[in-house]
């Protein structure tokens, strides 16, 4: 009974000290009215007028609220370095919206321990993160970050933001319907897009050649070559998308590789091959028999 008596107590020891990591989490930092954050104090009145500015005029044209929030380290608020796009997006999501921020908001945070800045934005500004924008953001602040240059980090990550959005909006329709489309079929394509594109185009020819391709008894044979251009269509286009729902199925790549090659083959051979319906039918001489 005793050293069941012990057990409990080491049991409830384990149960506090998790609890305590547990409520010792990430903490968000708070601020004010303004939207600028400079918990840090790490810029003087006259560079945080300077990015006040500039975030005004990214309001203006923009219909958007930037928030810059500046702070002296992350362990400061229980994270690292490792969790800092995790931070930013709590920010956003979790403390920035009781100060008037939603879906169009924008948040700017630099971390002067880590020389690092992070930018997170709503969901009406997905677009803007398309291609290397968030890398080439950070890249080109780290430096700037180190040298203590903060406001020139923050002023002209707010103009290439700006510029961003400046092209978001003034795409016009037609281009991005083309740019939806081509990211739809990159999503389902089995190929990168390029190549994509050239396999259709294959196909097409394929298919045009299909017209007017005759068997080897010299009768017009329509349908083989279009069933090869049919079947290299559908294989191209949504065979890449088979092949991420079987990988993230099982959650093993090389299933989908193993499991996609012999549909391939079997799309090749029903399409690509002449069938009974094609061939011409036979007949019976009756003088034959006599």
Not at 59 to 75: C, F, G, K, P, Y
Not at 123 to 133: F, I, Q, R, V, Y
Not at 214 to 219: C, L, N, Q
């Amino acid at each position: 009974m005793r050293g069941l008596h012990h057990v409990n107590k080491l049991a409830l020891a384990v149960l506090v000290l998790l609890l305590t990591s547990l409520s010792a989490g990430q903490t968000l930092p708070r601020g004010n009215d303004s939207q600028i954050w400079d918990l840090a104090e790490l810029l003087s009145p006259v560079e945080t007028d300077l990015v006040r500015d500039d975030i005004k005029q990214f309001q203006t044209d923009h219909d958007s609220r930037i928030w810059v929030i500046l702070v002296e380290d992350l362990a400061r608020y229980g994270t690292t370095i490792y969790e800092f796009s995790d931070f930013s997006e709590k920010m956003l999501e979790e403390r920035l919206p009781a100060y008037g921020a939603n879906e169009s908001s924008i948040v700017i945070l630099v971390t002067a321990g880590e020389n690092a800045l992070d930018v997170r934005s709503g969901k009406n500004w997905e677009e803007l993160w398309e291609g290397p924008l968030l890398d080439d953001l950070r890249g080109h602040a780290a430096p700037l970050i180190e040298k203590e240059r903060y406001s020139t980090a923050l002023r002209e990550t707010v103009l290439t933001l700006h510029q961003k959005a400046s092209e978001q909006e003034h795409r016009s329709p037609l281009s991005k319907l083309a740019k939806n489309g081509f990211e739809f079929i990159d999503q389902w394509a089995l190929l990168p897009l390029y190549w994509t594109i050239a396999a259709l185009l294959l196909s097409l020819a394929i298919f045009a050649k299909g017209l007017t391709s005759k068997g080897i008894d010299g009768t017009r044979d329509p349908f083989a070559l279009k069933k090869v251009s049919l079947g290299l269509s559908v294989t191209v286009l949504i065979g890449g998308g088979v092949y991420r729902f079987l990988s993230d199925l099982v959650d093993w790549q090389i299933v989908g590789f193993v499991l996609m090659f012999p549909a391939i083959i079997i799309i090749a051979a029903r399409f690509g091959g002449s069938s009974d319906d094609d061939e011409p039918p036979h007949t019976i001489n009756m003088l034959d028999t006599y």
